[in-house]
């Protein structure tokens, strides 16, 4: 009779701490994304733009805007943005251009 509350109890310790993460918590799946999508990017010194936008479990993508240079040696070190979304089931990135952002991101920095 004893094991059922003692039971009781620990799922519930468990329950709270799976609802909230700690800030460094969210500080190395930051890194980890950032990681993955630097690495998922072919644009070197790629760098983040802004923050990770951390879209609701339920979609399970986070998406980090990429800056750096384009490799190849025709584009001359021009600056290139790349869209990366990190799945978080699988913990992989995907890249694709994303130049048309230039414009805006151009005018925030003046």
Same mark, same amino acid.
């Given at each position: 009779?004893?094991?059922?509350?003692?039971?009781?109890?620990?799922? *519930?310790?468990?329950?709270?701490?799976?609802?909230?993460?700690?800030?460094?918590?969210?500080?190395?799946?930051? !890194?980890? $994304?950032?990681?993955?999508? *630097?690495?998922?990017?072919?644009?070197?010194?790629?760098?983040?733009?802004?923050?990770?936008? +951390?879209?609701?479990? !339920? $979609?399970?993508? *986070?998406?980090?805007?990429? +800056?750096?240079?384009?490799?190849?040696?025709?584009?001359?070190?021009?600056?290139?943005?790349?869209?990366?979304?990190?799945?978080?089931?699988?913990?992989?990135?995907? $890249? *694709?251009?994303?130049?048309?952002? !230039?414009?805006?991101?151009?005018?925030?920095?003046?």
């Amino acid at each position: 009779m004893k094991a059922l509350p003692l039971s009781l109890a620990c799922l *519930t310790l468990l329950a709270s701490q799976a609802q909230a993460s700690s800030p460094d918590a969210w500080a190395a799946f930051d !890194r980890q $994304v950032l990681a993955s999508c *630097t690495q998922a990017s072919q644009l070197k010194n790629a760098k983040a733009v802004g923050n990770p936008a +951390q879209f609701d479990d !339920r $979609v399970g993508y *986070t998406a980090v805007l990429l +800056q750096g240079q384009y490799p190849q040696k025709h584009m001359k070190g021009q600056t290139g943005i790349q869209l990366c979304l990190y799945d978080k089931q699988r913990k992989s990135a995907q $890249v *694709t251009e994303w130049n048309s952002i !230039r414009p805006a991101l151009e005018a925030k920095d003046q």
